[in-house]
Structure formats: C-alpha cells, structure tokens
C-alpha cells in the first residue's frame, strides 16, 4: 500500500460509508456498514461503485461491548481479528489485534485527555458545532513487542470525518491488511469519539 493512507466519511449520512485513499489519490476501498444490524458485518469493496468486495468485517456475538471482529478477505480467508480491551476503552481507546488466536498487535489512543476535553466542549451550545475542528485525537498501533507501525491522527474537518494513517515501521502486505481493517473497525466503533 502506498501509504499515508486517508480515510474519509460523511458525518451526515445514514449508513457509515468511509472512502480509502493512498498517498496519490487513488480510491483503494470504500466501506459500507450495513444500518439495524443487530451483529456488525461491514464489507469493504475496491472502489464506490461496489461491485467488487475485496474484505469484511464480523462480529462473533451481538452488540457486545468486548465482541472479537473477525477480518477475512474475499475467499473466506482469516486475515486475523480485533477485540476492544474491556474497561481499559472507557478512558483511553485500546484494542487487541490477533493473528489466529495470538496477540500480534494493539492500538491505543495516545492521549485520553482528549476525548475529555472534547466531551466536555462539545456539551457548550454554539462552540460544541466545532470540537471536530479542534479536538483530533491520534491512535498507535504497535506490535506485541511494543514497536510502534502506524499511527492514525483524525484531521481536521467540519461536516465529515477524516483520518490519515501513516507508517512508522516497514510492514509485510498481510501486517498492512490487517492493520488497515482493525483501523478502519476501530474508527467504525469510535466515531463517536472526538
């Protein structure tokens, strides 16, 4: 993948669809959550039109705040899978990522003080309209051993939600997959966030 990577979605919009890009431009997947799924399955295509499915993305159990989400490619094949880390998520984001059933890699807000902040100006009429503006948190992804591969910083934007993921560490394509689709689950369960 040609990183950095942009993800984009409208923050008006029904259904979640988010729009991937690479360093050129290029559209390399677009998201569409399926709306009143009592159990997440998100499928991931190559391009807006659709046509093409290339990953998805599904919950073992429903609407569970600790529920594993399975990642595959398009032949059925487990790419790995994510879980958020119980009460650890309530202050600061963190999520396990697994390849089979090992830890391989987990991401974590780098800063909870930023959500607190932008829960708390966000309850002030007028001035709550601009906490998306303002307050962008930032998330690491590090391996087990505690190298640090990616991090994802929300940007700047007003009337739509916009992500850029950049590499810090050389990955094989398997570890950008899966970092890729446990980035973009953790934006679908987050996007409340900041």
Do not use: C
């Not at 999520?95 to 059933?101: P, V």
């Not at 050389?170 to 900041?194: A, C």
Request: without cysteine; aromatic residues 10%; neutral net charge.
């Amino acid at each position: 993948m040609n990183f950095p990577l942009d993800l984009t979605f409208k923050l008006i919009a029904l259904a979640s669809q988010i729009r991937i890009t690479d360093a050129s431009g290029q559209v390399i997947g677009f998201v569409k959550q399926k709306m009143f799924k009592l159990k997440e399955d998100i499928r991931i295509f190559s391009d807006e039109s659709q046509s093409n499915e290339i990953f998805s993305i599904k919950a073992d159990r429903i609407m569970d705040f600790s529920a594993k989400y399975n990642l595959t490619d398009i032949d059925g094949n487990s790419l790995g899978s994510i879980r958020r880390k119980g009460m650890r998520s309530l202050w600061k984001a963190h999520y396990e990522i697994y390849e089979g059933e090992n830890l391989s890699m987990e991401i974590h807000e780098e800063n909870g003080w930023i959500k607190v902040v932008d829960s708390l100006v966000g309850e002030i009429p007028v001035v709550g309209m601009f906490t998306g503006y303002l307050f962008n948190p930032a998330y690491l992804l590090s391996r087990s051993d505690g190298t640090v591969v990616a991090r994802m910083q929300k940007q700047p934007a007003f009337f739509e939600g916009k992500f850029q993921i950049t590499l810090q560490s050389p990955m094989s394509e398997p570890e950008e997959k899966r970092v890729l689709l446990s980035f973009l689950t953790m934006t679908l369960l987050e996007r409340n966030r900041g």
